[in-house]
């Protein structure tokens, strides 16, 4: 990735003038870094996942996202030392090069695929507003702000083709939502709960969506749209140092990722009848985790190590 001005960048995603949040909705206490700064990598630091994982490079500040526009293609994005979007896809053989998409950006993105070739990118902007980018199969849109304040981050799902539920965690540790009914953005709803991280949200099958966030005592949490209500939050337990990831390779198959306290990927997955694990899947991760589905019954996951370098490794589920 290469270094770009502040002066390149400044007007891709000017900050807007914003009411001031009420101090009174603050979190009591100042929240955890969710993404903090590591040393310089080392052979020890990564003893498994860089030797069978595959490196696929780039230079991350926060975290990665991952989203699949077709069968057997990747699309991964990150943000680099510039605070810009970079953007990497698997075409089905090869891996292309980093593609700066653009913007400016404090968290890590989100990105979900709506349909063939469509590609829809979230981030935070420097005014904590959720922004908004979208691969129409041929050209990249411009960054619209969709409003809202975000502690964390965004996370971002598709229930339907032309559907898009994003989510982020307002002032007050509470999750909100914002929806594209194919025609228009919806206003922001606050669906509750109290969360110290990035959610993460995925659809396993028309009209359903699942959520998942770490609450104030680091153990993910499960909320989910059954296509009239929201139903949970049900408590998975786990110890995460970061946040979740979800994906779903096959219908009522769910699989979450953490990152533990020794740095290590763990997996949990419900099989439509129960949930199984914590998992050890071994790595070393310094951001929350990212997880999709290119092909049935396959999740590839992807995780920034040490070296802030993003690595990728996938699983087969529900054989």
């Known amino acids: 990735m290469s270094q770009t001005t502040t002066e390149q960048i400044s007007h891709e995603m000017p900050p807007l003038e914003m009411e001031i949040p009420d101090v009174s909705l603050r979190m009591p206490y100042p929240p955890p870094t969710p993404y903090p700064m590591m040393g310089a990598a080392s052979t020890e630091d990564m003893p498994r996942f860089a030797m069978d994982g595959e490196k696929l490079g780039g230079y991350s500040q926060y975290g990665i996202a991952a989203t699949s526009g077709a069968e057997n293609r990747l699309d991964v994005l990150t943000i680099g030392k510039d605070s810009a979007v970079y953007y990497k896809r698997w075409n089905g053989s090869i891996w292309s090069d980093w593609e700066r998409l653009g913007g400016y950006c404090i968290s890590a993105p989100a990105a979900v695929s709506r349909g063939e070739n469509r590609l829809d990118i979230f981030a935070i902007g420097g005014d904590r507003s959720v922004y908004y980018k979208s691969w129409d199969g041929s050209t990249w849109s411009d960054w619209l702000n969709l409003g809202g304040y975000s502690q964390y981050g965004v996370a971002a799902a598709s229930g339907g083709e032309n559907q898009l539920d994003v989510f982020i965690v ?48 680091r153990a993910v949490y499960h909320k989910y749209w059954n296509g009239s209500n929201w139903v949970g939050g049900e408590k998975l337990g786990g110890y995460s140092q970061y946040g979740v990831a979800a994906a779903s390779g096959m219908e009522n198959r769910l699989d979450i990722y953490i990152i533990a306290r020794n740095g290590a990927v763990y997996q949990k997955y419900w099989d439509g009848s129960n949930w199984i694990g914590w998992n050890n899947l071994g790595g070393y991760s310094i951001a929350a985790p990212a997880a999709v589905t290119s092909a049935p019954k396959r999740v590839d996951t992807f995780v920034l190590g040490s070296d802030r370098a993003v690595y990728h490794k996938w699983y087969g589920v529900g054989n």
């Open 170 to 217: 307002n002032w007050d540790g509470a999750i909100y939502q914002k929806s594209w009914d194919g025609s228009i953005w919806g206003n922001w709803e606050r669906l509750g709960g109290y969360c110290i991280s990035t959610p993460a949200a995925v659809s396993w099958g028309l009209n359903r969506i699942d959520t998942f966030a770490l609450g104030s005592d």
